[in-house]
Nanobody, 122 residues
Framework: VQLQASGGGLVQAGGSLRLSCAAS????????AGWFRQAPGKEREFVAT???????VYEDSVKGRSTISRNDAKSAVYLQMNSLKPEDTAVYYC?????????????????WGQGTQVTVSS
């Protein structure tokens, strides 16, 4: 499975971005997905996850500002981010794990996209 993340860019504080993650190659009938991010000099951190049934979990700092969703017909996962803040600046990675359960733990994911840069200016 190859994951291609896109949709990042430079945006002013308060703006919005929609990140997309498209899967190609072998796809799974049951999978969960997640978004992680890594800022310069920091560890990769969890942002959001969605399970096979569409149940979602968010990291506290993005809760209420972000929405993770999926389109299984398109083998795609999305992250809509609103009210962006400078501290949201990071490289955002999408990830997929086999099975129906979501996870906020990076090493529980089987496939990763290449990352897309999000920069929020103040």
């Amino acid at each position: 499975v190859q994951l291609q993340a896109s949709g990042g860019g430079l945006v002013q504080a308060g703006g919005s971005l929609r990140l997309s993650c498209a899967a190609s190659g072998r796809t799974f009938s049951n999978y969960a997905a997640g978004w992680f991010r890594q800022a310069p000099g920091k560890e990769r951190e969890f942002v959001a996850t969605i399970n096979w049934y569409g149940i979602t979990v968010y990291e506290d700092s993005v809760k209420g500002r972000s929405t993770i969703s999926r389109n299984d017909a398109k083998s795609a996962v999305y992250l809509q981010m609103n009210s962006l803040k400078p501290e949201d600046t990071a490289v955002y990675y999408c990830a997929v794990r086999r099975g129906i359960s979501y996870s906020s733990t990076a090493n529980e994911y089987d496939y990763w996209g290449q990352g897309t840069q999000v920069t929020v200016s103040s």
